[in-house]
């Protein structure tokens, strides 16, 4: 699970201004994705009120605090900024006045600032902070992002995932990680696959060493994040193994408690990786649109069956 995530990262994420240069945002955490608008807070009520959410003021609580007096400012600044909420934002390039900052740096909090409007900041900032905060593990693979579905390629190391990889580009499909897939929970249907920065957009080939995808393809073969929607497991080919060869029934693998498509590759000399895997990403499209190649020929099979019977009987 997510420790939190640092208010000095959603400043550059979303582009926030900051009002108070001299608070360290690394060390500020934020730790839920809710937000609060505080306009009960503001007035003097206080019971309820979740300290560790973000706050968000817009137009309404601006023209409320412009009503207030300086001894009503002072009073409310301070019963609410003591709670030592993660930050307090300012939508509309609104400015927040000299004696709020003043408060504000004497309790630690940072007020930031964006010019974008209320109702959609908010939204952009649950969306960020649920991606930021959600349950995440690390597993060894490749992700790549093929006719837009996100294809997850594991199997031990040294099978060629990286070589299936890396001709996948030069067919015009995006890497979004080689070796260490970051994998977030977004909810019970969407897993998230990013790279770890120290990482982003090289690929480790054996005998050949590390190369930059970006410099050497270029910005378009390569992706920031991509939701993982199949898993294809490459293993040595095993002569006694016994292996799907119509697809009627689908196999899972599960990853933080979601399930997601899995097929296992067996790997012989003389299969084109990049080739099948198109294939599969593709064939896996086509399946959430409604159409399944494996039932189609089940059908037809069993509707010549049919028919060869009734002939025979006639």
């Keep these: ?3 939190g995530v640092s208010v000095y990262k959603i400043v550059d994420l979303m582009d926030l201004r900051n009002f108070t240069d001299e608070i360290d945002l690394k060390k500020r955490k934020i730790e839920t994705s809710e937000i609060n608008r505080p306009a009960l807070q503001l007035t003097g009520y206080f019971e309820h ?9 817009g137009n ?3 023209a409320y605090i412009k009503r207030m007096d300086e001894e009503e400012k002072r009073q409310r600044y301070t019963e609410f900024l003591q709670y030592g909420m993660p930050c307090v934002i300012f939508c509309r390039d609104l400015e927040p006045e000299g004696l709020f900052l003043q408060i504000a740096n004497e309790f630690g909090v940072p007020v930031l600032g964006t010019g974008r409007s209320t109702s959609e900041f908010t939204a952009e900032l649950i969306y960020t902070l649920g991606e930021q905060l959600a349950p995440c593990i690390t597993i060894h693979g490749v992700l790549v992002d093929v006719y837009g579905e996100g294809l997850l390629i594991t199997g031990e190391s040294g099978i060629g995932k990286s070589e299936a990889a890396l001709e996948l580009i030069r067919r ?14 977004i909810n019970e249907h969407q897993l998230i696959g990013t790279s770890p920065d120290i990482t982003r957009h090289f690929i480790e080939l ?3 060493g590390i190369i930059d995808v970006k410099t050497l393809y270029g910005v378009e073969c390569v992706k920031e994040k991509q939701q993982i929607d199949l898993v294809i497991k490459l293993e040595d080919w095993k002569k006694d193994a016994e292996y799907d060869r119509l697809g009627l029934e689908e196999e899972y693998t599960e990853y933080l408690g979601n399930k997601v498509v899995c097929h296992s590759l067996p790997i ?10 198109e294939a599969a990403a593709v064939n896996h499209r086509q399946k959430k649109m409604g159409y399944n190649a494996a039932q189609e ?15 025979e009987e006639e």
């Design 1 to 3: 699970m997510s420790s």
């Design 49 to 57: 009120f979740e300290k560790s959410r973000v706050e968000i003021i």
């Design 206 to 208: 054996r005998g050949i």
């Design 297 to 311: 020929l089940y059908r037809r099979v069993q509707e010549n069956l049919v028919r060869k019977t009734t002939e």
């Design 268 to 277: 012989r000399p003389g299969r084109n990786l990049a080739v099948i895997c």
């Design 60 to 62: 309404v609580e601006y």
């Design 172 to 185: 015009g499909h995006r890497l979004v990680t080689d070796d260490v897939v970051e994998i977030r929970k």
